[in-house]
């Protein structure tokens, strides 16, 4: 799924979708028909290189991502939630520019593996250019060999959805808290909710701790957002299927509430929905939403605990399903 920015006080927005990437990702599509039968869709959609054969040497389970080779630079392709890179804050469609200040434009996936695994300290510095723009610095660590790990990861992200076979745990690497994300204040895969208060769409305020006992799915939108509308009809859907045995909570992220309000009405969005401030909003900061940009999701167990983060479509209504047969 196509991910939007907009640009705090301007009308502008950044939707990462051009026709190029449009025609590259079909091609992908075209060619990797066969496999993709064979699991569902992945919740966020980025356009791949030029072979995808080459892909397959761009994988670092270690690291929890997969980066594709494209016009000489390598690209995040695939990221596993709580694994080592999404904790160093690295993020889908990020563009790799140095390892420890040496640039990497034309470097081959076996370069900058052997830069990264490198026993010379335990954390490289990684810059990388974000695809809503703008260059950062992360510190990603080295992550100590952990074969059941790297299993769980590499299962999470071929599946797309939860496996109801694993104890009916959610799989993916366990939590290890927020203090290692460098000020990210991003949520992990078994952190607590943070609890916030806003204004409610409409009128009244949204708390979310009031909303605790249940599978909680938090949805962040707007109605400039391309995206967001197109995953409307499956949230309406989700509400259908499971009605009051679930609760979705939208954060809508517009300037102003009227348009939220009528499309929200319009669209069958019945579930109650929080007005935020935009992205300089405390709770748009705190759950990292300036970082991922939208359509974005967190869901909740009745624990009030993070299940699954970024999940659409089927894979969110099975993420739903062993929820509730868990609970």
Same mark, same amino acid.
């Given at each position: 799924?196509?991910?939007?920015?907009?640009?705090?006080?301007?009308?502008?927005?950044? *939707?990462?979708?051009?026709?190029?990437?449009?025609?590259?990702?079909?091609?992908?599509?075209?060619? *990797?028909?066969?496999?993709?039968?064979?699991?569902?869709?992945?919740?966020?959609?980025?356009?791949?290189?030029? #072979?995808?054969?080459?892909?397959?040497?761009?994988?670092?389970? #270690?690291?929890?991502?997969?980066?594709?080779?494209?016009?000489?630079?390598?690209?995040?392709?695939?990221?596993?939630?709580?694994?080592?890179?999404?904790? +160093?804050?690295?993020?889908?469609?990020?563009?790799?520019?140095?390892?420890?200040?040496?640039?990497?434009?034309?470097?081959?996936? %076996?370069?900058?593996?052997?830069?990264?695994?490198?026993?010379?300290?335990?954390?490289?510095?990684?810059?990388?250019?974000?695809?809503?723009?703008?260059?950062?610095?992360?510190?990603?660590?080295?992550?100590?060999?952990?074969?059941?790990?790297?299993?769980?990861?590499? +299962?999470?992200?071929? #599946?797309?959805?939860?496996?109801?076979?694993?104890?009916? +745990?959610?799989?993916?690497?366990?939590?290890?808290?927020?203090?290692?994300?460098?000020?990210?204040?991003?949520?992990?895969?078994?952190?607590?909710?943070?609890?916030?208060?806003?204004?409610?769409?409409? &009128?009244?305020?949204?708390?979310?701790?009031?909303?605790?006992?249940?599978?909680?799915?938090?949805?962040?939108?707007?109605?400039?957002?391309?995206? *967001?509308?197109?995953?409307?009809?499956?949230?309406?859907?989700?509400?259908?299927?499971?009605?009051?045995?679930?609760?979705?909570?939208?954060?809508?992220?517009?300037?102003?509430?009227?348009?939220?309000?009528?499309?929200?009405?319009?669209?069958?969005?019945?579930?109650?929905?929080?007005?935020?401030? &935009?992205?300089?909003?405390?709770?748009?900061?705190?759950?990292?939403?300036?970082?991922?940009?939208?359509?974005?999701?967190?869901?909740?167990?009745?624990?009030?605990?993070?299940?699954?983060?970024?999940?659409?479509?089927?894979?969110?209504?099975?993420?739903? %399903?062993?929820?509730?047969?868990?609970?």
């Amino acid at each position: 799924m196509p991910i939007c920015w907009r640009a705090s006080g301007e009308r502008s927005k950044i *939707c990462r979708v051009t026709p190029l990437k449009i025609m590259r990702s079909l091609r992908a599509i075209s060619i *990797c028909v066969g496999a993709c039968l064979l699991m569902p869709a992945l919740a966020t959609v980025f356009p791949t290189g030029p #072979s995808l054969a080459a892909d397959a040497g761009g994988e670092m389970p #270690s690291f929890g991502m997969t980066l594709v080779q494209e016009e000489g630079t390598l690209i995040v392709r695939d990221l596993v939630p709580n694994g080592p890179a999404y904790r +160093a804050g690295v993020r889908l469609g990020d563009t790799f520019l140095s390892i420890d200040g040496v640039r990497l434009k034309g470097a081959t996936f %076996e370069q900058v593996r052997a830069r990264l695994t490198a026993p010379r300290a335990d954390a490289v510095t990684l810059q990388v250019r974000r695809r809503a723009g703008g260059n950062q610095e992360l510190r990603l660590k080295r992550p100590a060999p952990n074969a059941a790990l790297t299993a769980a990861a590499l +299962a999470w992200r071929s #599946s797309g959805a939860l496996d109801a076979g694993q104890q009916g +745990a959610i799989p993916g690497p366990q939590s290890t808290g927020r203090s290692d994300v460098i000020g990210r204040g991003t949520l992990h895969v078994g952190d607590d909710l943070i609890d916030f208060t806003l204004p409610r769409l409409g &009128g009244g305020e949204v708390t979310l701790s009031e909303f605790a006992g249940k599978p909680i799915l938090l949805d962040f939108w707007a109605t400039w957002c391309g995206p *967001c509308r197109a995953a409307a009809p499956g949230l309406a859907a989700i509400t259908t299927r499971f009605g009051d045995k679930i609760q979705i909570i939208g954060i809508n992220m517009d300037s102003t509430p009227g348009m939220a309000i009528q499309y929200a009405q319009g669209a069958g969005l019945t579930y109650p929905h929080a007005f935020s401030q &935009g992205w300089e909003d405390p709770v748009i900061r705190e759950y990292g939403i300036h970082l991922t940009g939208i359509p974005f999701n967190i869901l909740f167990d009745a624990q009030g605990r993070v299940a699954a983060m970024d999940l659409h479509g089927q894979p969110l209504a099975d993420a739903l %399903e062993l929820l509730l047969h868990r609970e």
